[in-house]
């Protein structure tokens, strides 16, 4: 028997801007995320930033880790998307074998 799932994945980039003197904590935090990458940062404490993960409550779960971190001032959405493909799996059934 055969039976369709679909694999999702997700990609988000955010801007994040941080409160002056904790750039350094701030980015360490959000790299701690799995799935998050800083990719850039600015003096005036502006970041960068990656998530990807197999579902939308994956990256709202990351979005709204780095809204709670300290010294997080505010955080921008920039770009969200996803890709799905279908995957089989195949599940055996197995029959009783009669002499």
């Known amino acids: ?13 955010l801007v994040v801007h941080a409160a002056p003197g904790t750039l350094e904590a701030v980015t360490t ?3 701690a995320l799995e799935g998050a990458e800083v990719h850039a940062s600015s003096p005036e404490g502006k970041l960068v930033v ?5 579902s939308q409550g994956e990256i ?8 709670r971190l300290p010294g997080i ?19 055996e059934i197995k029959s009783e074998e009669t002499p």
């Not at 028997?1 to 980039?13: A, F, G, I, L, R």
């Not at 709202?60 to 809204?67: C, G, H, M, S």
């Not at 996803?82 to 599940?91: A, C, G, R």
Request: proline letters at 2%; zero cysteines.
């Open 1 to 13: 028997m055969k039976q369709q799932t679909e694999m999702e994945y997700h990609v988000t980039s």
């Open 29 to 31: 935090a959000i790299q």
């Open 50 to 54: 990656t998530l990807e993960g197999e």
């Open 60 to 67: 709202l779960d990351n979005v709204e880790a780095i809204n």
């Open 73 to 91: 001032l505010s955080s921008s959405l920039i770009y969200h998307q996803v890709d799905s493909e279908p995957v089989s799996q195949t599940k």
